[in-house]
């Protein structure tokens, strides 16, 4: 089993910048993400940059860079074929009984090993 960012969906949707705040005790976190997407690679990169401020004051900081990789069916079905797998479910994340369609960001994979021919 596995998840991952569905292609079709993160091609419609498109990967937006964001920026979300936090209250933890007397600090505020402020988190911004942004975003650029390399249509060619089927990647979006992710640049983090997180602060922690006390007051007016800047406590701590980190960034970080994600490259995420979006995948489409027909990779996985090659993938899990190469691998000896067989798929058993391709779903929207917690709904296995579902297809995904272009508004389903996250997407899980359910397979199996390959019962050998005889």
Same mark, same amino acid.
């Given at each position: 089993?596995?998840?991952?960012?569905?292609?079709?969906?993160v091609?419609?949707?498109?990967?937006?910048d964001?920026?979300?705040?936090?209250?933890?005790?007397?600090d505020?976190?402020?988190?911004?993400?942004v975003?650029?997407?390399?249509p060619?690679? +089927?990647?979006?990169?992710?640049s983090? &940059?997180?602060?922690?401020?006390r007051?007016? %004051?800047?406590i701590? =900081?980190?960034?970080?860079?994600?490259?995420?990789r979006?995948?489409?069916?027909?990779?996985?079905d090659?993938f899990?074929?190469?691998?000896?797998?067989?798929?058993?479910?391709?779903?929207?994340?917690?709904?296995? +009984?579902?297809?995904?369609?272009?508004? &389903?960001?996250?997407?899980?994979?359910?397979? %199996?090993?390959?019962? =050998?021919r005889?």
């Open positions: 089993m596995c998840d991952f960012w569905y292609g079709p969906a091609l419609k949707q498109q990967a937006r964001r920026v979300k705040i936090v209250a933890d005790g007397g505020r976190i402020i988190r911004t993400s975003v650029s997407t390399q060619d690679r +089927d990647i979006v990169l992710v983090t &940059h997180i602060l922690r401020l007051g007016d %004051r800047v701590a =900081e980190s960034e970080e860079m994600h490259p995420m979006y995948f489409f069916q027909p990779e996985i090659f899990l074929s190469q691998a000896g797998l067989e798929l058993i479910a391709f779903c929207p994340c917690g709904c296995l +009984d579902v297809a995904p369609t272009d508004s &389903h960001w996250n997407v899980s994979v359910v397979a %199996r090993a390959m019962e =050998e005889r």
